[in-house]
């Protein structure tokens, strides 16, 4: 059994930043897969950026260029650097982890008002 934990999520005006964490523990296997989702209301969730034990991030589209995902593979810790917040970054952020299979955090709210 993998948790995750996360913080950092709250309210935020547009052009701001914010940096979300998420500690992992439990049985994780050396090679695995980080990253983070969002789902805003009325929408599916929708990958943010992943980062892998070893290889190139992913980013979505809409986050390039404002976003940076980095980790602590020492630590199992998973960041979400986020600048340039616009109101439609608005959602619930979910850690996840592949690690043998999915395991997701209980997410954490941003709210980036106009």
């Known amino acids: 059994q993998v948790q995750l934990v996360e913080s950092g999520g709250g309210l935020v005006q547009a052009g701001g930043s914010l940096r979300l964490s998420c500690a992992a523990s439990?049985?994780?296997?050396?090679?695995?897969?980080m990253g983070w989702f969002r789902q805003a209301p009325g929408k599916q969730r929708e990958l943010v950026a992943t980062?892998?034990?070893?290889?190139?991030?992913n980013y979505a589209d809409s986050v390039k260029g404002r976003f940076t995902i980095s980790r602590d593979t020492a630590k199992n810790t998973v960041y979400l650097q986020m600048n340039s917040l616009k109101p439609e970054d608005t959602a619930v952020y979910y850690c996840?982890?592949?690690?043998?299979?999915?395991?997701w955090g209980q997410g954490t709210q941003v709210t980036v008002s106009s």
């Open positions: 439990g049985t994780i296997a050396r090679l695995n897969n």
């Open positions: 996840w982890i592949l690690t043998g299979r999915h395991y």
């Open positions: 980062i892998p034990t070893h290889g190139s991030t």
